[in-house]
């Protein structure tokens, strides 16, 4: 009798485990099945996690109980915020991270699953039983039988790799590609196309002379992407959780990397390169990342700079290898490496491995729900790089929600679906199942309309309730959240009641290089300046509260940006009443013959769920819309 499960999880990346660690955590029997269980939660490329807009997915996973902040937090090895010098809605918290401590203790907790199944092998096929569920066939002729199938496939499907005229056949280096899957998925109808990614070189760094590049260092003081530190209890479970005390510890943050630049002679030699480049040449046909382009591609757009800045990061902790961030490329081997050695810093680089291109097939996401589910082959789930996306984080958020879904939907309940205004996750789920991309999608703060509300120092507070009424965040982690909340009103209410002195507030407003109080003021208006010191400010406003540092930001935040939110308040609220009209998903736009041929045309080709959804297909016209409304409403 072939093993039998309620969700399987193909893929052990940053998706995969996501996507099997919410199923197994809601209580359903999970397995994962991945070509190689060493690489669960191997980074293929960069590695670090986090960065403007992707760390706040990361905080977003955090908040509703996935497990890529507490992963970070251990495996990071320089933590750093970005984009400090603007407003708190684009703060990106990203760490540099030991990408081989990030795999091993990925594999730990995963493997270390109290009743989860993982297991080694390569799915080649599926087929629905008459029962509804899936058979699932492997290369080696094994068998299993499951409710839900969760395929989170990355970069395997029917995958090449290119470095100059050599083509070899693989999804990662030294990893198969996953062909007969590929088959499977267009033999069911599921519309499948070409993408591309790539990575750069990594050097010895006892080749490197860093004397010769700037340090780049962590921040003073480490802002961790988990919020949940400490020990928890799966409920309906008698295990303790897998963290213990484990994480109850500071993160690491005193690994250094390193800036240099490229320049007018290494572009010369790139650019002889470029007759034999798979890219320029049309061997690749898949469409690379458009914000994370190969050097070639950047000296080819923008020819005339005299330079560009490059990264050089450790991938480990005792630094191990070099990453060469800013310097993917797949021309030739030979040509890489003359033009490394022009860099300032890298003249005597070694090579350990060289930079290369992969190209691999992924699914038009718009064949998917919001939960993740394909439309065509119902209980068949996708999330990760196999849906057209590009990133760790992006992948890992497309993982939850899928896992999360799978689950739900096998106990009987309700989907889970996460608004614009909710989340980045929501606006990931809704972007890319809606809208028919060309290229990889990677997530940026301008993708948000509502980003002043989608702040990496609130995810708690978006998230947190709706992750507990579905059973991903713990009682004891919910209680505790709870109790900060209710410090915060207290603290509030405090700060509103009583006020500063002069002096006391012009320490703090000079902090900000804010105009000076002549008078007594109260203390909620001094928190309202913008660029003061908020920890400053706590300590000097409240000295007898020990508000967690996140949470003092927070309150900062929110106050300086009151104003703004009672006018998004409104929009949004529009926005969730359009959300909320349900179209009917085989209606004909056509019989609507109040709107432009155009929109009938696009609403047709999308079939959109919601009345929200109908508002953002490109090319639909917004006054068709509202004409669209009144025909539901008087139909
Ligand atoms: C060469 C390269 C360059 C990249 N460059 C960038 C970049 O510049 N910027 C960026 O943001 N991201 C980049 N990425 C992408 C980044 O690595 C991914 O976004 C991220 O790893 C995706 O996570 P995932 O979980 O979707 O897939 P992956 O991490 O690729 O994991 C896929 C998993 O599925 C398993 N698998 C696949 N098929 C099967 C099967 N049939 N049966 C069983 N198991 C299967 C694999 O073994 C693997 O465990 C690059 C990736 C590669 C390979």
Known sequence: MNAQYDVVVVGGGHAGIEATHAAWKLGVKTAMLTMDINAIGRMSCNPAVGGVAKGQIVRD????????GLLTDKAGIQFRMLNMSK?????????????KYYS???????????????????????????????????????RYVTRALVVTSGTFLASKMFTGLETSIGGRVGEPSADKLS???????????RLKTGTPSRLDPDSIDFNECD???????????????????VPGRDADYFWGDALNKFVRNDCVCWITRTNIKTHDILRSGFKDSPMFSGRIHGKGPRYCPSIEDKINRFGDRDGHQLFLEPEQADIGRVYINGFSSSLPADIQLAAIHTIPGLTRARVLQIGYAVEYDSVDATQLYPTFECKKVPGLYFAGQVCGTSGYEE?????????????????GEGPFILGRSDSYLGVMADDLTNILLDEPYRMFTSRAEYRLFLRSDNAETRLKERAHEIGMISDSDYADWKHRLDLMDAARKRLAEESATPDQANIILASGGQALASERCRWINVLRRPGIDPELFFRTALPDMTLARRDQWFMYAEEIYAGFFDRQAREIDDQKKMEAVRLPENLDYMQVTAISIESRQRLNAHKPLTLGQASRVPGVRPADITVLAHWLENR
């Not at 995963?110 to 039983?129: C, D, H, K, W, Y």
């Not at 340090?215 to 209890?233: K, L, N, Y």
């Not at 939850?400 to 106990?411: C, D, R, S, Y």
């Open 61 to 68: 996973i955090d908040a509703l109980g996935g497990l890529m």
């Open 104 to 142: 091993e203790i990925a594999r730990e907790v995963i493997t270390n699953l109290p009743g989860l199944s993982v297991i080694q092998g390569e799915l080649a096929a599926f087929e629905r039983m008459a029962d509804g569920r899936l058979e699932l066939t492997l290369l080696n002729g094994d």
């Open 183 to 193: 088959e499977c998925l267009a033999f069911n109808g599921i519309a499948l196309r």
């Open 87 to 99: 407003g708190p809605a684009v703060w990106g918290p990203r760490a540099q991270c030991d990408m």
């Open 395 to 411: 992948a890992a958020g497309q993982g939850l929600l899928a896992g999360i879904n799978a689950a739900l939907k096998i106990k």
């Open 215 to 233: 340090v780049q260092r962590g921040d003073d003081v480490a802002w961790p992407m988990s919020d949940r530190h400490v020990a928890e209890t």
